[in-house]
Structure formats: C-alpha cells, structure tokens
C-alpha cells in the first residue's frame, strides 16, 4: 500500500497475486503482520543549512511524491523500516542498520571466470553484522534467524537454488513464497530458509559463449537485501 496525498491520509490498498488467488477460491484474509518501508525517500535531501531554520531542515523529504501500491514485494519495499533494541546487540550502540554477509563459492568462483555444470552445487551461507559506535563489528547477530532469508534466482533456466538449512516448522508457516513477488514469475525461483546452494544449468544458447544471472538474498526480519552475480559458461 501507499499514500497518494501528501496533503491527506489516503491509503492506496492492494491485493498481491497471492491474495486474489485466496479469494478466487473462496478463502478468507487474515493479515496479522505488516511491513513499512522508505524505498521513496532520498535522505541526502536533508539539508541542516537551511537559510530557513531547522524546521526546515527535511523540508524536501517531507514533500517528495510517493509511489502507488504495486503488488509485487521484491520490487517496492527493498528498504523495509526495522525497530532494533538494546537488547539486539552486546552494547545496544548500533551504528546504521545491519548489513547481510554472504560467504559462498558462486561469487568467488564467478569473481575469477564463469561458472560451469556444479553436481553439489555453489554454497550460499548468508548472515547479519552490524557495526557499534567504538567501530566494532559485531557478527553474533540473532536477527533473521528465526524468519529467515528468502533467496530469488533471476532467471529459473540458469540453474536451481534449494535450501539446505531449513527453518523450524512455525517459521516455515509464516512466510510462503509465492508472495515474494519475482516468485509468482515463471523465469524466476524463489526459496526461503537459512543456507542454501546453487546448481548451474550449462545449455546451449544459440552460440552464446556466457549467460549473466543473479540471485538476490533478503533479509525476511531486517529488510535489507544483497545481491550476488554471475556468469555462467555456456557450450
């Protein structure tokens, strides 16, 4: 959803391809969880030498349109709005939001030369860090360990993502990936969990030497995002 008038409350509301194949059915919405995010605004806009004064500081911000409701989650709210506590880290100084840290073989392979026909597939083993106000980086972070990461190959010819460290059951419960927009797509594949790996697929493309793909990792609790390219070698 979104606002459509700066000047008034309007709520622009609606349903994903999800929830209008629930209703087609004749199923019943029951929402019990919302995310918010930010994905419009440009805060290098703040300007804290404003001839006006400090209520005007954010002046601009405050005046940027904002865009419609799309239904499709991977490509609107990439910057989801997350309330973290005290109680997240070992001090509680947390300095910006958390990063995601992704240790895998795909993107070191790919790094150095494109990737080829893998039988155990490119590891994927994603992570939160953050970094508190002394400069110290702090990588025992419990975020997304219970909702997890939902994993999108952008384009389902390339290869196969599956997950290797699942969730617990509840969790599981919670998240369905159909939902993750890019997922309801017929060329992409989307997968939600803790770990996971990546099979390439090497097939003939008409001559073409390499194919260029990309999987992106998001953070299901933090919001934020990190995105892995590739290239894969063709025959």
């Known amino acids: 959803m979104g606002y459509l008038d700066n ?11 999800k929830g209008r194949e629930i209703l087609a059915k004749g199923g019943q919405l029951s929402i019990t969880k919302f995310a918010l995010s930010d994905d419009e605004i440009d805060y290098t806009l703040w300007n804290p030498k404003h001839p006006l004064g400090s209520n005007y500081y954010g002046i601009v911000i405050e005046n940027m349109p904002l865009v419609e409701a799309v239904p499709d989650e991977s490509q609107h709210m990439r910057s989801k709005l997350i309330t973290i506590t005290k109680a997240t880290g070992d001090t509680g100084n947390i300095v ?12 070191s392979t790919s790094a150095q030369k494109p990737i ?5 597939g490119y590891s994927i083993k994603p992570s939160i860090s953050y970094y508190t106000q002394d400069g110290t980086e702090q990588t025992n972070v419990q975020l997304n ?14 290869g196969i993502l599956a997950v290797t460290t699942k969730l617990s059951s509840d969790a599981t419960a919670e998240l369905d990936p159909d939902f993750m927009g890019d997922a309801s797509e017929n060329k992409t594949q989307t997968v939600v969990g803790l770990e996971f790996t990546f099979k390439a697929k090497v097939a003939n493309t008409q001559g073409t030497k390499t194919k260029t793909g990309s999987i992106t990792i998001i ?12 290239t894969i070698k063709t025959t």
């Open 7 to 17: 000047n008034t409350v309007t709520v622009d509301a609606i349903l994903t391809k």
């Open 96 to 107: 910006g939001i958390p990063i995601i840290d992704v240790v895998t073989s795909l993107s």
């Open 116 to 120: 080829t026909s893998n039988s155990t």
């Open 145 to 158: 360990t219970t909702l997890g990461y939902t994993a999108i190959l952008s384009d389902a010819t390339l």
């Open 219 to 230: 953070g299901n609790e933090t919001g934020n995002y990190v995105i892995i390219p590739f």
